[in-house]
């Protein structure tokens, strides 16, 4: 305040200080809860049924590694080709063509409508609907099954969220950019696939974690998956919680690191759309 | 006077609704058009359709001599190829209501943006005649800002300074300043006089009737989807001929 200004009286009292409001219930609320979390995890480090040692033991036997790193390929590969096909998939259904918008709406409700367990079987038999498939060796193997069916399921969800994410961005722009003298391909790459980022990249990061533990479901064909592997331990030394453990420890693990990665391409596709960012 | 913007008979309804009734126009190289006319008079249908966005049911529109969004074979038109009517749309600029700058790209990179992509200037060049058309559009300096962290003028002007980066013929706004808080308003004006004074061809739909009088060669007067009067803003404007032109400047006074 400049000092011709006239102080008013009032502003020269000293404002008094401010009290929050005390919440004893928070306290209550928060002890109780550690309390009973200490309790917990008092359980599970003393109780020697958990047999911490074995997990220790088995938690980098090359049996395991290499079942995680057949779910780890299996992961990839399902997401990569889902949300390609799940690209291709919305672009048809936002053509406007009425064949191509209806082979999209159709496949999404077919392959969603579809349990992936009861696909997989289907894929699996296969040469009982086509037996040129099957022969000798069959063409289509255990992996290459679970490989079609969790991509065409991973697709039909897929397909969804990219579409949600193009409809996330304002038709203006599109508009902005044709007028401009873009071609559709052009505008759909470089002005709406990004801004649609946004959109997809929370979506499409609980689709990542969600199919790294779907893909536990090949273990009923026999694949040796991460969880496949640990069965097979366990079915001959009969150390069940332990290498269950084992495995649960390693889900975590990867979709820990899978969260932290979201984190930074979130923040990447969000720039410009904060004021301060 | 070469025609810059030739419209003959154009038509256009939207779901059995027709919206444009026959509107002719023509629209002199390096003068400045102003169209006013009630909201829904099918201003903004006509503008849309200058630069093919919206297709005509009938009519033809010509930019600089050259059939817009068609060819012309034994007294048939046939609609031209996406990448043609790209190339089209190219040459023409485009204002909007609403701004449109693209959200994720900063003041530069919105600029640069179709200059390199679609007309494929080397990226340097782009830049360095983004710079001084940022520079022209007063925000210097804000290069590396993204659009919401710009108050709306200045997401209209970085909109002008995208377009101009085309070299358009024609410069086309759809109320460039409706969306905009009053005391906004006065800097876009501003941009678009120094264009209109340096000869650009533009189309303007306004609400602004200041704007038009002072800076409008032709004033055209939309209602119901045909032209119901056009000429100098001192004849259209001051002393207009039709009851329903004056109807309407004493509602928008
Ligand atoms: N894509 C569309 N589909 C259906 N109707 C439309 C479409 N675009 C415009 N219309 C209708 O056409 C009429 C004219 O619209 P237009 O936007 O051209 O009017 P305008 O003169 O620009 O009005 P305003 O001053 O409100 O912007 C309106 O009744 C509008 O509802
Ligand atoms: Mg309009």
Known sequence: MSASTVVSPVSVRKAAEIVPLRRPGRWVSASLVLLALLVVLWSVVTNPQFQWGVVVRYFTTEAVLRGLGLTLWLTALTVVLGFAIGGVLAVMRLSGNPVLVGVSWGYVWLFRSVPLLVQLLFWFNIGALYPVLSGATPVIGPVTAVIIGLVLHEAAYAAEIVRGGILSVDAGQVEAALALGMRRGRVLRRIVLPQAMRAIIPAAGNMLIGTLKGTSIVSVLAVQDLLYSVQLIYNRNYLIIPLLLVATIWYVLVTSLLSVGQYYVERYYSRGAGRLS | ?253
């Open chain 2, 1 to 253: 006077m070469t025609v810059a913007v030739a419209v003959t008979d154009l038509h256009k309804s939207f779901g059995g609704t027709p919206v444009l009734r026959g509107v002719d126009l023509s629209v002199a190289r390096g003068s400045v058009t102003c169209v006013i006319g009630p909201s829904g008079s099918g201003k903004s249908t006509l503008l849309r359709c200058l630069n093919h966005l919206e297709k005509p049911d009938h009519g033809e529109i010509e930019v600089d001599g050259v059939l817009v969004g068609y060819r012309r074979h034994r007294g048939k038109l046939y609609e031209l190829k996406e990448k043609v009517i790209a190339g089209q749309r190219a040459s023409i600029g485009m204002v909007f209501q609403g701004f449109h700058l693209f959200g994720h790209l900063t003041v530069l990179e919105n600029v640069i943006e179709a200059p390199v992509g679609v007309l494929g200037v080397p990226r340097g060049e782009a830049v360095e005649s983004a710079a001084a058309l940022i520079a022209r559009v007063g925000l210097a300096g804000r290069e590396g800002a993204y659009p919401r962290q710009l108050s709306g003028g200045q997401q209209q002007r970085v909109a002008i300074a995208r377009a101009l980066a085309m070299r358009p013929k024609v410069m086309l706004f759809d109320e460039p300043t409706s969306a905009l808080d009053p005391e906004l308003v006065g800097e876009v004006l501003e941009v678009m006089k120094d264009l209109a004074a340096d000869g650009m061809t533009m189309i303007v739909v306004t609400h602004e009737i200041g704007f038009a009088r002072s800076v409008a060669d032709t004033v055209v007067f939309l209602d119901e989807g045909s032209v119901v009067e056009s000429g100098p803003p001192g004849v259209v404007l001051d002393a207009p001929r039709h009851v329903r032109t004056r109807e309407f400047l004493a509602r928008v006074r």
